[in-house]
Structures are given as structure tokens and as C-alpha cells.
């Protein structure tokens, strides 16, 4: 079975994530991990994105400037759906190349995305499981995390349109507002709503 993890930005998803896996021994694919590497010195979506948005998201070691990046796609709707139109059809591809690989060896795969929907990889998963959070605690995350201004959590957050919508077409929804202890114990009723023979013996 291949599960779908997906939610806004700091909701909790590798959280999840890694409770599916350590409670069921799951395989976990991370797709942030898989956006890296397609932009990795060399890679050709690199190359399609600086010619796409300029020279200056080059840092002086060839490396993409995710931060200045991020600045710019998350204040401006238009450049976001810009770089999603590089990235996506990469990201479909590379991901189902993983699951294809992963579902050889493993009863359960998890695919962390917080693009499942909009990069269209929900057709790769039997289920979904969406990952809530209240946007306070998000954004206190995302500061926390990433280091950066509330205005610039803000902008993340705002960027992500549709959360609604995620959760009312998901199989699952798990609110990760509170204690991590609440969460696991959400991620284990799903865990025993699904298929018995998926669980460790």
C-alpha cells in the first residue's frame, strides 16, 4: 500500500511520517528531499530555473539560493506558479521512480509531500492522510525552524491556498496542533484502521 502524507507548510508531515514508519516500518519518501536534489550544481532543472528567474538565485558555489528564492516565490503568486511549472513534472516523474523501486521491497510506502495535490502525485497513493495544524503554532515553527522573520513564516503560510480542501478529500485528516504524544496516538488509529497484515508482528 502506498500512503500519501500531505498538509500545509509545518504541520507536522515528517512527523507523521516518521511515526508511520517506526510503528509500521514503513518506507518513507520525501519529496522536499527529491526537490533538492533536482536542483542540485548540474541537475537540468537548475539550470531551467536560473534562466527562468535570473542569474542572481546562483550562489558563488553554482548552488541555487533556495532562501532568495523562497523570498521571491512566496510574495508573488505568479513567479510560484512559475518554478511549480519547472518542478512538477520532474517531481511526478522522480517520485513514482522511487515508489516503483520502493513497493518492490516494502509492504507500506509513505510519500511525504506537501505538493501531493497540486503536483498531481495523489495518483500514485492508495491513501491520504492530511496533517493540520493551527497556523499559530505553524508559524512559530516555521520561525523556529528556518530562521526567518514572522513576515517571511507569514508569506509561507499565505502562499498555500486549498488546505481546506486537502483535508476534505484526504482518507485521513490528523490535527497536529498539540503534544506530539496526541498525534502518534492519531497515527496509530489509522495505522490500525488500515490492513492488519501491514502491521509488524
Known sequence: ??????????????????????RSGAFVIDVDQI????????????????REFGPEFRRDDGTLDRRALG??????????ARLNRIM????????Q?????????????????AVLYEAGLDALVDRVICVTANEEVRLERIMARDGLS???????????????????RADFVVDN??????????VELILDRLDSNLRRA
Not at 523570498?71 to 510560484?80: E, I, K, Y
Open 1 to 22: 500500500m502506498i500512503i500519501g502524507v500531505t498538509g500545509g507548510i509545518a504541520s507536522g508531515k515528517s512527523f507523521v511520517s516518521s511515526e508511520l514508519a517506526r
Open 35 to 50: 526537490a533538492r536534489e533536482l536542483v542540485e550544481p548540474g541537475e537540468p532543472a537548475l539550470e531551467t530555473i536560473i
Open 71 to 80: 523570498r521571491l516565490v512566496f510574495s508573488d503568486p505568479d513567479a510560484l
Open 88 to 95: 512538477f513534472p520532474r517531481l511526478r516523474e522522480a517520485t
Open 97 to 113: 521512480k522511487q515508489v516503483r523501486e520502493a513497493a518492490r521491497e516494502h509492504s507500506l510506502v509513505v510519500v511525504d509531500a
Open 150 to 168: 514572522r513576515q517571511e513564516a507569514l508569506d509561507r503560510v499565505k502562499a498555500q491556498t486549498g488546505l481546506e480542501e486537502q483535508a476534505r
Open 177 to 186: 496542533s498539540g503534544a506530539p504524544e496526541a498525534t502518534a496516538r492519531q
